[in-house]
């Protein structure tokens, strides 16, 4: 589904400020987020409950220094992608533990994957792996030098 058929979803200021504060630490208890609202935690629960199955919330999880682990290359991976194979490709290539982001892009490219490594000779590896795969024509690939800001998070 593209993102001009998904419904809009309305949120007043309580919606807003409960998803400022999760945005800003996911692990706040909603008794506290209640007390600073002025809001009771039940509503706040059952605004959270209408996000989360509403899709706009659509998970919990960290926020990762993938460096601290080892994983000090990233790498922005342009695809060009035989066009009846497109979709499989895209659902393929989003299993692979390396990739953190995959886009389906217009353009030169069809795709382009962010993705994180070890080592120049993972990537290497990598990119040679991808080539093998006859639904590839060609790709692009830049490394990233310096990480400037890398956050999921935006400003709502």
């Known amino acids: 589904m593209s993102n001009n058929n998904k419904k809009k979803v309305e ?3 309580v919606d807003r400020r409960l998803m400022i ?8 208890s909603l008794r506290r987020l209640s ?3 002025n809001v009771s935690p039940a509503t706040l629960h059952n605004r959270l409950t209408r996000l989360v199955q509403e899709g706009i919330i659509k ?12 994983y000090s290359l990233s790498a922005v991976i342009m695809v060009k992608v035989d066009g009846k194979h497109l979709l499989e490709f ?26 994180k490594f070890r080592s120049v000779e993972d990537l290497d590896s990598f990119l040679k792996q991808l080539l093998k795969n006859p639904k590839i024509e060609r790709t692009y690939t830049s490394i990233v ?12």
């Open 145 to 156: 030098l310096n990480v400037i800001k890398e956050d999921p998070r935006v400003r709502i």
């Open 35 to 37: 007390e600073e609202m």
């Open 59 to 70: 998970g919990f999880t960290a926020l990762v220094d993938y460096s601290k682990l080892g």
């Open 21 to 28: 504060e999760l945005l800003r630490d996911a692990r706040t």
């Open 90 to 115: 895209e659902k393929e290539i989003s299993n692979i533990d390396n990739i953190t982001a995959v886009y389906d892009v217009v353009g030169d490219y069809d795709v382009i994957l962010v993705a």
């Open 11 to 13: 949120m007043d200021t």
